[in-house]
């Protein structure tokens, strides 16, 4: 393993430090990550541009899909960046819809639409399960508490794709292997923030050591609230969540279900550890049944 498998009762509620988990010492960088205020996303997809160019990601097949403006429709090994587009009927000049069933407001006129643009991103979980099942390493914590591919390294077994709760990280058709964003570790290493968070013209992505972003965040949804956008709501900040807290995270203004996020990502290897204990119980009353009945046949 590349890492070690981090037990969620260990830490329920608590902010963690998966670099100095991982066996950086206390003089490792503080834990960087984005904070994404899709508030002020405009969809420009400079975010995506950037990522490809620094990263020389491929491109993704620039495939018409019907949804609107959204041409890559999903994160992949090929999208490292997706800027969504969704489009939601309700009257203008409202800050969201009302709560409830149907609450798609039918007094909307047929010009009456709101775009929700996000620009999504792999989550650099706190407890990341592509980590606890990458068989070979490929897969390692940072001291800056991210996550990465080390694509030369990787065997293309494929274990990390369904350990995702996100769904984010994917294998590349053409090799096997599997990619996703490294939130542009070679960039970090020199000081420099990373390609998408450079290229957002609304500082929409926001980049930094990730308890300044927080705190960030909270004020930003403060001020939201009290704007009158009573469905603003931070996605992916909180440590007590299913997988500690995210190293990117996000201000949303709907259900994170309207952004294909699920409401209540758990780490795929959260009972590992409980596994492992009682396989090895089970192996060791296994060993114990076989030498008696061994020892009970000897004359």
Known sequence: ??????????????????????????????????F???????????????????????????NFTGMSYDNTGGLGADTWRHVAFIEQRQPLGRPGPEPGPGHQATDAGPGDLRWLMASDVCKHC?????????????????????????EDICNGCGYCIPACPYGVIDQ??????????????????????????????????????LDELRERAARRLDQMHRA????????????????????AFFLLLDEPEVYGLPPDPVVTTVDLPAMWRHAGLAAAALLAATAAAFLGKRP
Not at 15 to 22: E, K, R
Not at 36 to 62: F, M, Q, Y
Not at 131 to 141: A, E, M, N, Q
Request: charged share 20%.
């Open 1 to 34: 393993m590349s890492g070690p498998i981090l037990d969620l009762a260990q830490s329920p509620g608590s902010a963690v430090d998966p670099a100095g988990l991982s066996g950086y010492g206390p003089d490792h960088p503080p834990r960087m990550g984005f």
């Open 36 to 62: 994404t205020d899709t508030s002020v996303c405009i969809g420009c997809k400079a975010c995506e541009v950037a990522c490809k160019e620094w990263n020389h990601v491929p491109e993704d097949g620039l």
């Open 126 to 150: 706190t407890h990341a399960a592509c980590l606890d099942v990458c068989p070979t390493g490929s897969l390692f914590r940072t001291e800056f508490g991210t996550v990465v591919v080390q």
């Open 172 to 209: 590349r058709k053409e090799d096997g292997r599997a990619w996703k964003c490294t939130l542009c570790y070679d960039r970090l290493g020199v000081g420099m923030e990373p390609a998408c968070a450079k290229a957002c013209p609304t500082d929409s992505i926001q980049f930094g050591p």
């Open 228 to 247: 009158g956008i009573s469905d603003a709501r931070l996605y992916g900040h909180d440590p007590g969540d299913g997988v500690g807290g995210d190293g």
